[in-house]
């Protein structure tokens, strides 16, 4: 978890640029939001991705309202969803208020029509419903945001099933084949390429797989003990005679 932390406030891609930008205050400097906004899109066609340096775009958008970029938040909440279970989505949606009106009136708003949806998928991933959430994923409700954003972004889905694959770790040492396959979207030869590429092990005959043990799934009895020394006990004796 340190490691990911580690990666989650400095990622390894982020450039000398963009790190001055976020670190120091030129973050408030609105001439610089087409550079972080240019490495957003860098991290959709890259699939890297770097949450303080898109949480710093919001943030600009919140002190200048007339450089708010409704597309931009669609890409950054959904770049935030592949993130879960870390809070980034709900640290995006924070930085989002009435004052973020889109300031040209030929083009109308997706967000107000998109922010539910993509709110709802965020709501899914987070109580690990993952079958609902394919089947949302899939549903004519977001051919709109499929179409017009999701296909942009590489390794969207991939993204999504790491999500899934992090909360498999922690939760089973095994698992049946056919569900394991609902949370991921994934059946037969593509199913079973993926769980080698996680370094499970797949018994084909019983159609399970096994996860290899690891701090959150390793079931530990835990003794608890209390001492009292005698001292201690005397004076919870005295003043329980004294309440009494």
Known sequence: MTSATSEWLTPSTRTELIENLVSGVDRYNPSNVSILEDYLYHQIRSGEYDCLANLAILKLYQFNSDLYNPDVVVNILLKALTAEPFPDYN???????????????D???????LLPILTNLYNLLHQCRFPAFWTFYHSDELESLRENYIVECVGFEEAIREVAARAVKATFTRIGLDRLGTYVDLSGPELEMW?????????ISIRTVSIPSNPDNEIESVVIRENVKLAQLQKVIAHAAQVK
């Not at 769980?195 to 018994?203: F, P, R, T």
């Open 195 to 203: 769980i080698e590429k996680q370094g499970w092990s797949l018994d």
């Open 91 to 105: 640290l995006c949606t924070s930085l989002l208020d009435d004052r973020l009106v889109n300031m040209n009136p």
């Open 107 to 113: 083009e109308p708003d997706p967000l107000p029509v």
